[in-house]
């Protein structure tokens, strides 16, 4: 069986999942997030934290593959340089014990190429948007689990989904991506 480590990076949230491929089939072995401590902690500290999460994730994995969600170096009116600066540091911190841990280079893939091979593999006409993707994976995967666990419930985002329910989504997101463009599983249209 081969294994697949998919990770969506960001400061506040880590999505990660770990699928099994096998026979043309794709499964959800585990999927978590990890929360690196608050912007208050100096952040030599939230690195080294969340380098030691990536250290446990492939200890107890030892995953044959791992894919890492590449961060969009703009995104009109929702992105300042220091969004991206921090983004790019969590990313590549990860990447590095990710590489450390595991000795191989990690996968890369931007969230439009992962779902654009998604989109591909389901023979689908539209793009699939980035709200959609717990949908899809339920769908395909027949698991609850991606079903909107909770809203916010104060602030301007009230009654918006929590962001982990899309973390956790886009690190599976990544791993089936990944299983697809290495051809470790085909859809009917291949």
Not at 119 to 133: G, N, P, S, T, V
Not at 158 to 183: H, R
């Amino acid at each position: 069986m081969q294994t697949i480590l998919g990770i969506d990076c960001s400061s506040s949230t880590i999505g990660w999942a770990y699928l099994g491929v096998e026979n043309n089939v794709i499964n959800i072995l585990e999927h978590g997030h990890i929360k690196p401590p608050d912007k208050d902690t100096p952040l030599l500290d939230r690195l080294d934290s969340v380098s030691k999460s990536m250290a446990d994730l492939c200890e107890k994995f030892k995953p044959s593959v791992i894919i890492i969600e590449e961060i969009a170096q703009y995104m009109a009116g929702r992105t300042s340089a220091n969004t991206i600066i921090t983004l790019a540091v969590f990313n590549r911190i990860c990447a590095l014990q990710l590489y450390r841990s595991s000795g191989q280079y990690p996968m890369f893939m931007l969230p439009i190429s992962i779902r654009t091979r998604i989109k591909r593999f389901l023979k689908r006409a539209e793009q699939i948007d980035k709200e959609e993707i717990p949908a899809i994976l339920q769908n395909y995967f027949g698991k609850t689990f991606f079903k909107v666990v909770g809203y916010k419930q104060r602030g301007k985002n009230k009654g918006q989904p929590i962001v982990e329910t899309y973390d956790e989504a886009d690190a599976v997101a990544a791993a089936w991506a990944c299983a697809i463009e290495l051809g470790l599983i085909k859809g009917t249209h291949e």
